[in-house]
């Protein structure tokens, strides 16, 4: 998995086997590969371009397919083991999950990079990749699909669970107590890592805020934050996603700009980015979520994603979601890593789609019919 934050490749290994009516998943080992620094700064410039080559893009496609090779060469050679089938999300340079007018017709699309038979040549195992556009053909927005996972993982039958991963964009899945896969509800909640990353490299040059230490420092600007929580994605329902498209570049020098004309500190502005991810997914839970659940229904509100590790942001999600009644955890406190957790839900997926079953969620992605996700390249 490489997510929007474009930071590194995460890749896990795991032993998936038929239980009863259900699958045991055990993650044999886990680990991160950060991009070269001229390496992530392509696959950033790629993003959302207004202007690139199509000789860049196809060169970059091959060139995230050798870096995904020698990831899990590195992984296998750490952990070894019997390499069966490989889910290689690629790296998404373009998601646009609502339909637009291009060309004289309406379209929605999304593009995932990272050449699937490089990974079948070189490690003689078949790959599934592609996994987004049969949803989006099926009417949904290609996205969230991790709540599968998260389903056969957390779900509960007395206790309510949202899972909110925060990696580049956050997304969440709630999955209500002794429910079906068919009651789950899951979008993405707007940016998580983004815009605070794009900030501590243009005022810090650091690639993200360690640990919060640079948020820790500053004050929310409550006027820059109020004025960036009106932007029409938060209030629009779900089902819905968001990227680079949204959140990027345009919008985190938007946001620094307010900081500047309201005379705040560089530290504030990266203070104002946290309080951003944090109040939006509180908007999120408020607005989209609790209205489903049952009063004094339990709740564990279970995080994962690099976001996890950003302490400023954990204390203010917990200021904000304890008092709404929320138990706030990471998926570590559950068993999984959380840089582990999305490498391990494209391996299901893979699994999935190699047993020709549907693995999209429609009442999550707003797809009219279940769908099976992915391509497969042959070794």
């Not at 490489?2 to 998943?25: E, F, H, M, Y």
């Not at 560089?266 to 659940?293: G, Y």
Request: proline content about 6%.
């Amino acid at each position: 998995m490489s997510g929007t934050s474009a930071d590194g490749i995460d890749v896990a290994l795991v032993q998936i086997r038929p239980k009863g009516n259900g699958l045991k998943l055990e993650l044999i080992g886990h680990e991160a590969f950060p991009f070269t620094p001229v390496l992530r700064k392509v696959i950033l410039s790629a993003m959302d371009a207004k202007s690139t080559s199509t000789a860049d893009l196809a060169r970059l496609n091959w060139r995230l397919g050798q870096a995904y090779v020698e990831a899990l060469r590195a992984t296998v050679k750490r952990h070894p083991v019997n390499l069966q089938l490989i889910g290689c999300h690629g790296q998404t340079i373009y998601h646009q999950g609502a339909t637009a007018m291009y060309a004289g017709r309406t379209v929605a699309c999304t593009w995932q990079i990272g050449e699937p038979a490089l990974l079948a040549a070189e490690l003689g195992v078949p790959i599934v990749s592609n996994f987004r556009p049969a949803d989006m053909v099926a009417g949904g927005q290609g996205a969230p699909l991790v709540p599968l996972l998260d389903y056969v993982q957390f779900a509960d039958n007395k206790r309510a669970r949202v899972l909110q991963n925060i990696g580049g964009i956050g997304n969440l899945t709630l999955i209500p107590p002794a429910s079906g896969i068919n009651k789950l509800i899951a979008f993405d909640t707007g940016p998580g890592n983004m815009v605070i990353d794009a900030l501590m490299q243009q005022l810090f040059q650091k690639s993200y805020d360690r640990s919060g230490k640079i948020a820790s420092r500053g004050h929310v600007i409550e006027s820059v934050l109020s004025a960036t929580l009106k932007h029409p994605f938060f209030r629009a329902k779900p089902p819905k996603s968001a990227g680079r498209e949204e959140f990027g570049a345009a919008f985190a020098e938007r946001l620094l700009q307010l900081c500047q004309e309201f005379g705040g500190s560089n530290e504030d502005a990266i203070t104002t980015a946290t309080a951003l991810t944090a109040d939006s997914i509180t908007r999120a839970f408020k607005e989209f979520v609790q209205p489903r659940l049952k009063s004094n229904i339990p709740v564990d509100y279970i995080v994962s994603g690099g976001g996890a590790k950003n302490k400023t942001l954990m204390a203010m999600l917990q200021q904000r979601l304890e008092p709404l009644g929320c138990n706030l955890l990471e998926s570590s406190d559950a068993g999984i890593p959380v840089d582990a957790k999305e490498a391990m839900a494209f391996a299901l997926l893979a699994y999935y789609t190699w047993h020709r079953r549907p693995a999209n969620v429609p009442s999550a992605t707003g797809a009219k019919r279940p769908a099976i996700l992915g391509q497969i390249t042959h070794a």
